[in-house]
């Protein structure tokens, strides 16, 4: 007993595909890295733990090279 075999109702299209997000997809990311960078660039307005001597060197000349 043989099988039917299925065939595709339409071919497949070559055609280009046309995608848009919404404006709020690019704006919220963006926001998020700007005041992400804001806070590493003015840690007196975070108050965090203290942490490791090292990485708190590692931020201070981050920030030192950036304003430089």
């Known amino acids: 007993m043989s099988a039917r075999t299925h065939t595709r109702p339409h071919p497949a299209t070559t055609g280009g595909v046309d995608i848009r997000l919404p404006w709020w997809a690019l ?6 890295f700007v005041t992400l960078l804001l806070l590493i660039l003015n840690p007196s307005d975070a108050h965090a733990a203290t942490g490791d001597p090292a990485v708190t060197h590692l931020v201070e000349r981050v920030q030192q090279l950036v304003t430089h």
């Open 27 to 32: 704006a919220l990311p963006a926001l998020a």
